[in-house]
């Protein structure tokens, strides 16, 4: 069975920072490709970024300069750094995981989903 679980999600003053993290199970974790993505209140689920299985990046034009993707697949985890955070970024992350090796920035094409963690930002 597998089980995707973010964590580290919180409060945080904007023009802060946060790491997001990921741990995948039941899935052979390097054969996957990750993504995250974001929920605001009244809003659709936006794709953010993927990282393919040989950890080659892709990201939204809305935080490409703010946000980076990364992954450790010795330790099925799947991270986010996000910088310069914005009010704007409140909203509940997800992380997923696509049966591909290959990255494609929409929700419709992962597969396994996490429950999700708050990010708050203040301003």
């Known amino acids: 069975q597998v089980q995707v679980v973010e964590s580290g999600g919180g409060l945080v003053q904007a023009g802060g920072s946060l790491r997001l993290s990921c741990t995948a199970s039941g899935l052979t974790f390097g054969d996957y490709a990750m993504g995250w993505f974001r929920q605001a209140p009244g809003k659709g689920r936006e794709a953010l970024s993927c990282?393919?299985?040989?950890?080659?990046?892709y990201s939204a034009a809305s935080v490409k300069d703010r946000f980076a993707i990364s992954r450790d697949n010795a330790k099925s985890t799947l991270y986010l750094q996000m910088s310069r955070l914005k009010p704007e970024d409140t909203a509940i992350y997800y992380c997923?995981?696509?049966?591909?090796?290959?990255?494609?920035?929409?929700?419709?094409?992962?597969?396994?989903w996490g429950q999700g963690t708050q990010v708050t930002v203040s301003s």
């Open positions: 990282i393919n299985w040989v950890s080659y990046p």
């Open positions: 997923a995981a696509r049966t591909s090796h290959l990255c494609k920035l929409s929700a419709s094409e992962f597969n396994f």
